[in-house]
């Protein structure tokens, strides 16, 4: 018997010894990763069909032994082993054990032996997420606040945002455990919004959320530094206008008097002079000296005290003579400076 298989491979051995022998190309487009309770499948293709054998492997140790029919298969797997096609592998009702390094032989004498690894993971589904907050109550005066994602199973990454929108992660945003915790330091009313938190693994996600109110604090100012500043930079430019318009408005004064006071400068000859009799001439007009009418000129004549004769050769009285000749002692008039 032994005798008769040894000329057997002989005779193959010879008659593939003229042909150029090359390795068995395998291809597949499986996926690797997986959610507990669904199939696993992982499809192959190879180019070499005559009498061909399928080995399949997890983690180096034989699970599957494939030549056209299951020649072999590993214990403890309960009928959930299966071969599709040209010999594919498919495991039921998959659960996180069955993650693992997978590897198939495929093999035909007279040919190199194909090989493809397939590194598994079996994944749980994410279940449960929620977000808390530490502390609950937040002001303008508390120093930091933790917004904190959690799933019962399945949470590898979380992704955070506000109000539909990407955070940038710096300043006031930091990420802790993996980016599970989102901490907002020094937090204010700016920084009021719903947060919502994405866990998620290879194969399955959860969405949860929640919303953060930071109340005003009566121990911390309700302006920002750069409001702050800008009241600071708008009031000293108000003062410095101010006092402008007031230096201004001086000037204008001051020369509005000093041209005013050029028009009309002040002196005793820019007076109406009244006269003895009453009458109010104007300063323009000539100087001269009457009985009756006395006038100064400021510009030119200071004067005091005149005593007026009726005997004056100046005087009208002798073209006029008065029928009632004056008392012998002389009236006196007197003329007092404007």
């Known amino acids: 018997m032994d005798g008769c298989a040894t000329l057997l491979c002989a005779l193959i051995l010879l008659a593939h010894s003229g042909r150029e022998v090359a390795a068995i190309n395998i291809e597949s487009n499986s996926a690797t990763d997986f959610l507990v309770g669904r199939n696993i499948n992982l499809s192959i293709s190879y180019n070499y069909t005559e009498n061909t054998s399928v080995n399949w492997y997890k983690n180096e140790s034989l699970l599957l032994k494939w030549d056209k029919v299951i020649t072999a ?179 204008c004064i001051r020369k509005k008097r000093k041209g005013e006071k050029e028009k009309n400068p002040a002196g005793p000859h820019k007076a109406a002079i009244r006269t003895i009799s009453g009458s109010t001439l104007s300063p323009d007009d000539p100087a001269y000296f009457t009985l009756n009418n006395i006038m100064y000129r400021n510009s030119s004549i200071s004067m005091g005290s005149y005593v007026m004769n009726y005997g004056d050769s100046t005087s009208d009285y002798l073209r006029n003579p008065s029928p009632n000749p004056p008392p012998s002692q002389p009236k006196v008039k007197k003329a007092t400076q404007v």
Not at 102 to 107: C, G, I, L, Q
Request: hydrophobic residues 40%.
């Open 73 to 251: 298969q590993v214990a403890g797997y309960n009928g959930r082993l299966n071969i599709t096609g040209f010999g594919s592998l498919v495991i039921s009702n998959s659960t996180t054990d069955d993650s693992g390094s997978y590897r198939v032989n495929v093999d035909a004498i007279g040919q190199i032996a194909g090989v493809l690894i397939f590194p598994v993971k079996v994944y749980d589904p994410v279940n449960d997420a929620s977000v808390s907050q530490s502390p609950n109550a937040v002001d303008e005066s508390t120093p930091v606040v933790n917004l904190t994602c959690n799933a019962s199973s399945g949470g590898l990454a979380f992704v955070w945002t506000r109000d539909g929108q990407s955070l940038s992660i710096n300043g006031s945003f930091v990420t802790l455990d993996g980016g599970r915790t989102l901490q907002i330091n020094l937090p204010n009313r700016t920084h009021s919004g719903n947060y919502s938190c994405n866990v998620s693994n290879p194969v399955d996600w959860e969405k949860a959320s929640r919303m953060l109110n930071v109340s005003y604090s009566v121990n911390s100012s309700s302006l920002s530094g750069g409001a702050i500043a800008g009241i600071v930079i708008g009031a000293v430019c108000g003062a410095i206008l101010l006092i402008a318009l007031i230096i201004i408005a001086i000037f």
